[in-house]
């Protein structure tokens, strides 16, 4: 069975700074990974996946992630935030076992001050 | 524009009663999918159809019912045998047949129980 752990539930960071979003996974077999953001009161945002190939995946708005099989890790960074970067962020997987279906971390609520 | 449209944004409840929070997609995914979101917490899986007239129970089905008679259509019907129904729901959508495919989501339906 598969599972995702975002190790951080709260992230502040002040504005302009950078920024790491951690996500560890468990699977059996090879996976695919994505990041996902929630704005207040508003449904889930695709921001990046991870298929195959590069482990280094650029998404929108700036952010990208690191596959790294050996530490079982996704992490989503972003050199400098911004105060609209403000969201909750999501880490799931899925692999060929689970067909269509998406196991989701707990989230992050990333929290940009001035 | 190709989306999936979720209504009411906001619902409101009293005890005892059945409601129905629709979910409309116009991407022609063939797969269909119910989350529930409580705060501070991730999204749990309520039921989820891969094709027309079939769907299967989710981790949280108990309470909740489905119905998927047209492709673009899975409404659900939170009934009085949902003990706690407050909480954020998200519908999504996603091409069938491929771990690989992302999952797009609605806007949300927020249910409150007075």
């Known amino acids: 069975a598969q599972s995702v752990t975002q190790l951080d539930s709260q992230v502040p960071v002040f504005e302009e700074a950078p920024v790491e979003l951690r996500c560890n996974y468990s699977s059996s077999v090879s996976v695919y990974l994505f990041w996902y953001v929630q704005y207040p009161n508003q449904g889930l945002q695709l921001l990046l996946k991870?298929?195959?190939?590069?482990?280094l995946v650029k998404g929108i708005n700036g952010f990208e992630a690191e596959f790294n099989k050996s530490q079982t890790s996704f992490h989503l960074r972003k050199p400098s935030v911004h105060i609209s970067d403000t969201a909750e962020y999501f880490c799931?997987?899925?692999?060929?076992?689970?067909?269509?279906?998406?196991?989701f971390g707990g989230g992050t609520r990333l929290m940009v001050k001035p | 524009d190709g989306g999936i449209t979720q209504s009411p944004k906001y619902l409101f409840r009293k005890e005892g009663q059945n409601v129905t929070l629709s979910c409309e997609q116009n991407l022609n995914h063939d797969a269909m999918y119910w989350y529930r979101q409580d705060p501070g917490q991730g999204l749990r899986l309520i039921y989820y159809s891969q094709i027309v007239n079939d769907f299967q129970k989710g981790d949280i089905a108990e309470g909740y019912s489905v119905s998927r008679e047209k492709k673009e259509s899975f409404p659900l019907t939170v009934t009085s045998a949902q003990k706690n129904p407050t909480a954020f729901y998200l519908c999504?959508?996603?091409?069938?047949?491929?771990?690989?495919?992302?999952?797009?989501f609605g806007p949300g339906t927020r249910l409150t129980v007075l």
């Open positions: 799931a997987v899925s692999d060929n076992n689970a067909g269509n279906m998406l196991t």
């Open positions: 991870y298929l195959s190939g590069s482990t």
């Open positions: 999504a959508s996603s091409i069938s047949g491929r771990s690989y495919n992302e999952q797009f």
